[in-house]
């Protein structure tokens, strides 16, 4: 009877299960831990490195028309089981295909006498860097880039800027996406972050929390440091993960934060006090837009732009940047824009060298992936945000603020 090869002798199976076993139970006791007991700091992580790994059994469920899995403890353990199964089952095949290609005998004319040594050698270091490519990359794409956030400097010329707010330093700060994925702790960084710009106004473009309402009151605690130490205060609108949970009530607890929440509403910057002014102010004034989220809310250019003199610059803040491209702002007569600030996109968040972003949540491919663009009308600024969204991974697509310096045209 021949040898059985070791990778399928009973020890090999043995210590495949052992594995299996206690990479389940890490990888489903940091979800759980982190989504139904909402634990921080590096379970958050752990749990987000996990959520990579066992992709191929949130996938199954997913086929299977299986949902609520994050917030079910049985079905974590279900997903994280078997997407060990799956890769123990794939790591012993190719265990067992690496004994049969060493034993076997050679053909080629150039190795009449094979040196299964010399075989070992190249099919070891072969799987070997295999093995460490597939650990590093989802480890720096869970580990590294999404908690290292960037600063990004913008000069930005307004037409018709009062001389005394020529300067006026607008800080962003787009998509924290509190919730599975973001802790609050990260999310803290950020804004003292943003804190350290000194800004005079900060513009929060929505996507305060991933989903549901279990997060609102403490996704809006966490905005309340933005508006004591900015020299105006803060001012935001909703985005479509707000509005999937309950979007008045995170409205409504921004708001008692003293954060002036314009979702098709405007407000003023008084050019002499540099204090904001629910009412038109005068000359010098400039107009702060908001816009309701263009695909769970809605948007009514009518009552946003209302009482806002034809001279008065005003800066649009739209979670969505695809609603540059409305009929109703590009079409002759549309109301004047000077800057829209918009989030949403997270820059695809993930980019790939000489590929691009091969996945980025708007109508029109990668022109609103981030950064300054030309939009149809009017010149549209686009946040990579702080959070993450469906994965927990950022590759090329740092986190990142902007500050934004306005000046005379």
Known sequence: MPDMPDSLTP?????????????????????????IYHLDGVVRVIANTSTI???????????????????????????????????????????????????????ARIEPHPDPSR???LCNATIGTATVAAVAAPGYATLVEPWQIKVRRYTIPINGLDPSLEGLRLVQLA?????????????????DLVIAQQPDLVLLTGDYVQDGTDDNELAAKLCRPLVRHA????????????????????????????????????????????????FDPGPGSLAIVGFGDLTDDHIDTDRAFRDIATHTPRIVLSHNPDSAELHA????????????????????????????????????????????????????????????????????VPPEISVMTLMRA
């Open 175 to 191: 998509d924290t996406h509190l919730g599975p994925l973001v802790p609050a702790s990260f999310i803290r960084q950020a804004v």
């Open 329 to 396: 702002l590009t079409k002759s007569g549309a109301p004047r824009i000077d800057l829209m600030c918009s989030g949403h996109t997270h820059g695809g968040q993930v980019r790939i060298p000489l590929l691009g972003t091969p996945m980025v949540p708007s109508k029109f491919g990668s022109k609103y992936a981030g950064g300054l663009v030309d939009g149809p009308a009017f010149r549209v600024h686009i946040s990579r945000g702080i959070g993450m969204s469906l994965l927990p991974v950022r590759v090329g």
């Open 119 to 121: 075989r070992a050698f």
């Open 231 to 278: 020299t105006i205060g803060a001012v935001g609108v909703l985005g479509n993960h707000d509005w999937w949970g309950n979007g008045e009530q995170m409205s409504t607890l921004l708001t008692l934060q003293n954060i002036d929440m314009i979702d098709n509403d405007r407000i003023w910057i008084d050019a002499r006090t540099r204090k904001i002014k629910n």
């Open 11 to 35: 020890k090999a199976h043995n210590r495949g299960a052992l594995l299996w076993l206690i990479a389940t139970v890490i990888g489903a006791g940091a979800g759980i831990a982190s989504w």
């Open 53 to 107: 790994l066992a992709l191929p059994g949130w996938a199954l469920l997913r086929i299977l028309g299986v949902s609520g899995v994050r917030d079910s403890i049985y079905l974590i353990i279900i997903a994280n089981a078997t997407a060990w199964l799956i890769w123990i089952g794939f790591f012993l095949i190719v265990l067992h295909l690496r004994t049969i290609w060493i034993k076997r005998p050679s053909r």
